[in-house]
């Protein structure tokens, strides 16, 4: 029994090492030095090889799967036609060369410069791959489709449109080196959940990342300078931050949209940003708009049903697009920036929980068709200035609301007997005493949000001011069915 077990052994280790060649190749010839070509399943390449060699590889080795190139150098090729062509340059992998290669394990040339052929390695079975520093250019879709390849390693600057796209068992990515990242480079790659080196990105094409379901979060570098249209769209990442991107210029359409995870996003110093660029987040409840862009573009908070306007204007927006809040039947009050000059068409569209409509500004802005469609209208109070009051009135689609001059209170001590306020730590209690106040809410004395409206229940509200400095004013606004109830103090 011992010796028929130590002849299975024996015959099993011969079997192996049959399967596996390592050739000093020379141009051409790749063909007469490999003995069973239909039987082996690895290969370790070096000296010199070409077009015809390669092909030789994809044609003929059918059970090959561990292909090491890293001692070998492509030279030129002219002879006859080989994958459409008589000729191919040195130091290339030819276009869809493995297309559908069986082969799982690769290791490219690493000592020339390397250019990988358009479609390459397109559906191979590779599981893992690096990319050196010396890769220098790609053809379109080079390893896309590959749907067994689970790791990247990534350090040249060279990737193509649609790289990795479809590559549904990658699950890590890694940067070493900075890269601007192609259209659809890793769209559809559904497994896709850790990017390691993310902030080397310093642009992000179009659907670079579209439909990454997995992926959860991204850190973004200092050296951004521009995200594609829709380069995150229906991906799972729940935060956003580019307040690192100083130079950051864009963010295309729909670059966040419809992405059922994200809970909070800041914009950062982005100097143009597009249409719909948070469109549908049902889950989005915290935005910070760019402190450098002065429009907020078309549908750009379309349909976000968890959002708190908190945060998403600036003081220098100039204009509001078409159908940005459209849909937003959460909000009940929301504050017009200051600088404000035009609302675009069914900018509001169907805020059918709107109570209040802050705005200092003391010319109604212009307004597109039918900005507040589907708004009661005359149940929403408008409040303006004073000295504006007649400008609000008179102004289409702005005299439909219920417009009212600010309310207020000289000061504290004018009606203690009815509205008592202290601090217990970071909170701020609010006895309405005989006020009839139904929410109550904080600004900064330039007039910017500083939390969500707060309800008032049992005629008593509790405020967090954990983000107000000791000592800095702020005012107190609560809504009363009078108009707006407002007090200026300051924290103790």
């Known amino acids: 029994m011992l010796k028929h077990v130590l002849l299975y052994t024996a015959m099993s280790v011969a079997t192996l090492s049959a399967g596996a060649e390592s050739v000093v190749s020379t141009p051409g010839n790749l063909h007469t030095l490999v003995s069973n070509p239909a039987t082996t399943t690895e290969l370790t390449l070096s000296g010199s090889i070409n077009a015809a060699d390669l092909d030789f590889i994809d044609t003929e080795m059918t059970a090959l799967q561990t292909l090491d190139l890293s001692a070998v150098e492509i030279v030129a090729y002219s002879g006859a036609r080989l994958r459409g062509s008589s000729t191919h340059a040195a130091a290339t992998i030819p276009a869809r060369c493995f297309v559908g290669s069986p082969i799982t394990s690769l290791t490219l040339p690493g000592s020339e410069l390397l250019s990988i052929g358009e479609a390459a390695f397109a559906g191979a079975a590779i599981k893992s791959l690096t990319l050196g520093a010396n890769v220098v250019s790609m053809g379109t879709g080079a390893f896309s489709g590959c749907t067994d390849l689970a790791t990247v390693t990534i350090s040249a600057d060279a990737l193509a449109e649609g790289a990795f796209s479809g590559c ?88 966040f949209a419809q992405m059922p995870a994200l809970k909070s996003i800041d914009l950062g110093n982005a100097v143009t940003v597009g249409a719909g660029v948070v469109f549908d987040c049902p889950a989005l409840e915290q935005v910070k708009y760019s402190t450098r862009a002065t429009v907020v573009p078309d549908y750009a908070y379309s349909k976000d049903a968890a959002l708190d306007t908190v945060g998403i204007f600036t003081d220098n927006i100039s204009e509001i697009g078409a159908y940005a809040l459209s849909g937003l039947s959460q909000v009940t009050t929301i504050t017009l920036p200051s600088s404000l000059t035009f609302i675009g068409d069914h900018a509001m569209e169907n805020m059918t929980g709107l109570q209040t409509i802050n705005i200092a500004i003391t010319t109604a802005p212009a307004t597109g068709e039918a900005v507040w469609s589907g708004v009661n209208q005359a149940e929403v109070a408008l409040i303006v200035p004073a000295e504006a009051y007649d400008s609000y009135t008179s102004a289409d689609q702005w005299r439909d609301f219920d417009v009212r001059k600010p309310s207020g209170i000289a000061d504290t001590a004018t009606d203690s007997a009815t509205l008592r306020v202290r601090f217990d730590g970071d909170m701020l209690i609010i006895d309405f005493g005989s006020i009839a106040a139904s929410t109550v809410a904080l600004y900064d004395i330039t007039g910017a949000k500083l939390c969500a409206d707060t309800p008032v229940v049992e005629q008593q509200a509790a405020v967090s001011t954990a983000n107000i400095a000791v000592n800095q004013p702020f005012i107190v606004v609560a809504a009363t069915p009078e108009g707006l109830l407002t007090l200026k103090i300051a924290k103790q």
């Not at 310093?202 to 659907?207: A, D, E, K, P, V």
């Not at 100083?246 to 670059?255: C, I, K, M, P, T």
């Open 168 to 255: 549904t068992a990658l699950t890590t990515v890694s940067f070493t080196t900075d890269v601007a990242l192609p259209d659809y480079a890793f769209s559809d790659c559904t497994a896709l959940a850790t990017v390691n080196g993310s902030n080397k990105l310093y642009t992000i094409g179009n659907h670079a990342f579209a439909n990454t379901g997995a992926l959860s979060a991204v850190a973004f570098g200092s050296d951004l300078t521009a995200i594609g249209d829709e380069a995150f769209l229906q991906s799972g990442i729940t935060d956003i931050d580019l307040s690192p991107c100083a130079d950051l210029n864009s963010v295309g359409e729909r670059a």
